[in-house]
């Protein structure tokens, strides 16, 4: 049985990465105004935070019609006898669902739908795991049952420099945002049971990103190999340094960069920062 792999683009995943991994992906959606990009396809994470500093309106964001997605299963279907197909959390779009309901509709290949109930580049470590795999041959039964397992050990923090986009967002009330912007106050917030909660509300950025790198340091254990990813909302340079410092603190992680895009970006700002990890064995 030959499988394709597919995710969505709020994995982040580079194109040559998605290419060299035989990744396919479904775009979502940045609205400016009367203006449609699909992420990752018309729009880049540099071009979109251009376009916020130049003051335009903050963008809405949709998820994939389900007529992309079902153009792509058809496509697939004349070379791929099965597919897995790895999103967002389920709390926080409906691409899953709408990924569910293709794959009802498009009898010509099997299609199996993961909830990675998270997003960014951790959603890209379930793709790229499920992508060797099935170059192995291993079975849509045996990925689901791998990224599963790595489901248990997988965890992601990250802090909100600016509270206006949760606030605009619909996230945080208007007197929320604006107590919390006189006080510096940073959220660290976290994936739980698919929907994004606060973990702690911390004064001071350097605070918050202190707080989440001990969070892996509680967690690493020196007999295991760990995968982690930092995420940075443009914020490469500070992203590089804090790379560099787990890197000399942790021999045993392996620590990669990416970023926040459109999508996520609309929602959490420039200057959010993450980081995210799970345990390899």
Known sequence: MKTAVITDSTAYLP???RRA?????VPLNVIFGHESYQEEVDISADDFYDMVKEGRELPKTSQPSIG??????EE???EYDSVVSIHLSSGISGTYQAMVTAGEMVEEIDVRVFDSEISCHMQGFYA???AELAKNGATPDEIISRLNEMKQSMNAYFMVDDLSHLQRGGRL??????VGSLLQVKPVLHFVDTKIVPFEKIRTRKKAIKKILSLLEEEVEEDGTYKA???HANRLE??????????QKHSNVEVVLSYFGPVIGTHLGEGAMGLGWYRQS
């Open 173 to 178: 009330n208007g007197a929320q945002a604006f």
């Open 68 to 73: 992309i997605m079902t153009e792509k299963l």
């Open 76 to 78: 697939l279907a004349r």
């Open 238 to 247: 500070e992203a590089e340094e804090l790379k560099k410092e787990l890197e």
């Open 128 to 130: 790229l795991e499920a």
């Open 21 to 25: 991994n035989h990744i396919h992906m």
């Open 229 to 231: 990813c930092l995420i």
């Open 15 to 17: 194109r040559d990465v």
